[in-house]
Every structure is written in structure tokens, then in C-alpha cells.
């Protein structure tokens, strides 16, 4: 069964950084484009950004220039590197396989990450 | 900036039939921007329920559906059941790598 597993979450200060891992199992990770979603507490998902399977990155205008997404496919990896951390970071945050490259959806999800950004 | 607009909250009986439907700030909602949708209840990630337009993703009951009614995307449950009581966002594809996230809407059974 496809699995994605999502770690790194904790507590940081504002102006931190943090490193999240997603662990991918179950698909031929190389194949597929990846992407992190997030959720502030009490509020409704937000797409953050995407990886696709050749390496092109994609930001939301939120996060972009503070945030970097990367892969490691040898090791089924995804990453989200975040910099200069914000309090309205402060989210669960969620690492999606993306389905068909074509068809432009999610299919997987993994349990999330807690990130809170506070002093 | 784009904004999708979903209904923020939406009431429906047990066995009872409910359209949600996400809609564009400007312009109109088509197969183009290949419209999904997703369920979520209280601290649980999501979970597929319709892609491109009106595909169900694997395991998804028949009484989800979705489509294009007039400028909006839209899913459509028939007989709601008790569990089917969520939260429930569409993303539609926007190009160049980027997907946008409705509000959601909170779907009461009662």
C-alpha cells in the first residue's frame, strides 16, 4: 500500500528553520511529482508547494523565497525546507503524492507534521 | 490572486442529497482546471474523493459524484450517510505548477 510519512515538525522561533522529511514507500517514487499542503490550526488547507518528477519546483506566493522543496529519489525523500519562519506558518503539514501527472490532483496523503513558529 | 469560493457551511438530512460547488473569484469553473475534491474530518489528513472533474478515486462510494454545474465545479452527494459528515475541499490547477485550495465547506448531517 502506497504510504507517505511526514517528519520534522516542532517548535521553532520566529525568524528559524526547520527541515521537513516526507518517507515514500510502495510506489516508484521517481515517477511521480510531489507536494506539500499545510493547515493552520483551525483553518483550511492551503497548497504550499510542488516537485515534480523532473525536479521543477513550484511555490505559492506566501512561501516563495523563504521555503525550498527538494527530492532524493535513491531515498524516497521529499523535503520542504523552511527559512525565515512566521508565526502564520504555524500549521499541520501535509506531503502529497500527486496522481497523473496529467490529471493535476493528489492522491495520497500522509498524517502531517505539526510546525509551530513561536517564541 | 485567485480565490475559489465554496459554501462556507451546508446542512443535509440522513438519506438526503447535497450539492457543494466551488466557484471562481473571476471567471468560470471548466474541465480545464481539472476540479478534485477532497473530504477531511476533525484531525484526520485528507482524503481523495473525486479527480478530474467527476473520476472517483479507488474505494470511494458511488453516492459521491462530481461535475460542472454552469460556471461552478461541483460535488454531489446522494443518500447522505451519518460519516459523511466533513469537511470538503476542492483544488482546482491553475497552470505552471500551481493548485488552489477552496475555503472548504462544513457539511452537517443531522
Known amino acids: 500500500e502506497v504510504q507517505v510519512l511526514e517528519s520534522g515538525g516542532g517548535l521553532v522561533q520566529p525568524g528559524g528553520s526547520l527541515r521537513l522529511s516526507c518517507a515514500a514507500s510502495e510506489f516508484t517514487f521517481s515517477s511521480f511529482a510531489m507536494s506539500w499542503v499545510r493547515q493552520a490550526p483551525g483553518k483550511g488547507l492551503e497548497w504550499v508547494s510542488m516537485?515534480?518528477?523532473?525536479?521543477?519546483?513550484y511555490y505559492a506566493d506566501s512561501v516563495r523565497g523563504r521555503f525550498t522543496i527538494s527530492r532524493d529519489n535513491p531515498k524516497n525523500t521529499l523535503y520542504l525546507q523552511m527559512n525565515s519562519l512566521r508565526a502564520e506558518d504555524t500549521a499541520v503539514y501535509y506531503c502529497?503524492?500527486?496522481?497523473?501527472?496529467?490529471?493535476?490532483?493528489?492522491?495520497?496523503w500522509g498524517q502531517g507534521s505539526l510546525v509551530t513558529v513561536s517564541s | 490572486q485567485t480565490v475559489l469560493t465554496q459554501e462556507p457551511s451546508f446542512s443535509v438530512s440522513p438519506g438526503g442529497t447535497v450539492t457543494l460547488t466551488c466557484g471562481l473569484s473571476s471567471g468560470s469553473v471548466s474541465t480545464n482546471y481539472y476540479p478534485s475534491w477532497y473530504q477531511q474530518t476533525p484531525g484526520q489528513a485528507p482524503r481523495t474523493l473525486i479527480y478530474?472533474?467527476?473520476i472517483r478515486s479507488s474505494g470511494v462510494p458511488d453516492r459521491f459524484s462530481g461535475s460542472i454545474l454552469g460556471n461552478k465545479a461541483a460535488l454531489t452527494i446522494t443518500g447522505a450517510q451519518a460519516d459523511d459528515e466533513s469537511d470538503y475541499y476542492c483544488?482546482?490547477?491553475?497552470?505552471?505548477?500551481?493548485?488552489?485550495f477552496g475555503g472548504g465547506t462544513k457539511l452537517t448531517v443531522l
Open positions: 483544488v482546482l490547477y491553475m497552470g505552471s505548477g500551481i493548485s488552489v
Open positions: 516537485i515534480g518528477s523532473s525536479g521543477n519546483t
Open positions: 478530474n472533474t467527476n
Open positions: 502529497a503524492k500527486r496522481g497523473t501527472a496529467s490529471l493535476h490532483y493528489f492522491d495520497y
